[in-house]
């Protein structure tokens, strides 16, 4: 190489070098995949949850504005419904980071209202029995034949359903 030309080469190096580092670098945590919750907004939360008894469960799901959509499945408790299984839709539902709340139809005279977190429980990968837990307040509304309405509140933990689990074959009404 040329002597005149030595000096320019290494002061063109020691300019480029580090510029081409941080370019190759940014290339590389562009490339990384990002955590589910990034990936997909609230969407990994969506899929069925247990209720209060066995074989009742909740659906959720997360919509692209994460306002909830879903349904709790249950067995009736009342004179005309004993052990049938019911579905009550949900009117409202939102989710503001991990904060969920939603709302029931009245069926049958009782409403639902749900106010707490979704956390991570003990299941060791997506998909598995528990990954996610509904951690919060469920409210259970009753109105008898003179609308006079009791609310009745306690603290639940439903769990989520592996990802293979089918929801439970039932006659629905």
């Known amino acids: 190489?040329?002597?005149?030309?030595?000096?320019?080469?290494?002061?063109?190096?020691?300019?480029?070098?580090?510029?081409?580092?941080?370019?190759?670098?940014?290339?590389?945590?562009?490339?990384k995949p990002q955590p589910a919750a990034e990936q997909e907004g609230g969407r990994q939360y969506?899929?069925?949850?247990?209720f209060l008894k066995e074989?009742?469960?909740?659906?959720?799901?997360?919509?692209?504005?994460?306002?909830?959509?879903?349904?709790i499945s249950r067995y009736g408790s009342g004179q005309s419904d004993q052990g049938a299984f019911?579905?009550?839709f949900f009117k409202t539902g939102?989710?503001?980071g991990n904060k969920l709340t939603f709302s029931t139809d009245i069926v049958h005279g009782i409403s639902f209202e749900f106010k707490g977190t979704i956390e991570r429980g003990e299941g060791k990968a997506p998909g598995d029995e528990a990954y996610f837990?509904?951690?919060?307040?469920?409210?259970?509304?009753?109105?008898?034949?003179?609308?006079?309405?009791?609310?009745?509140?306690?603290?639940?933990?439903?769990?989520k359903f592996p990802e293979d689990a089918a929801p439970p074959q039932t006659d629905r009404q």
Request: hydrophobic share 45%; aromatic share 6%; charged share 20%.
């Open 46 to 50: 969506s899929g069925m949850y247990t």
């Open 86 to 88: 019911l579905d009550q």
């Open 1 to 31: 190489m040329d002597r005149t030309l030595m000096p320019k080469f290494l002061l063109v190096t020691l300019v480029a070098l580090p510029l081409l580092s941080a370019f190759a670098m940014a290339q590389q945590t562009a490339d």
């Open 133 to 159: 837990v509904l951690k919060g307040t469920l409210t259970d509304k009753t109105s008898d034949v003179n609308k006079k309405v009791t609310a009745h509140s306690s603290p639940v933990a439903f769990k």
């Open 55 to 71: 074989g009742e469960f909740v659906q959720i799901t997360v919509e692209d504005d994460n306002r909830i959509t879903g349904f």
């Open 94 to 96: 939102k989710l503001e």
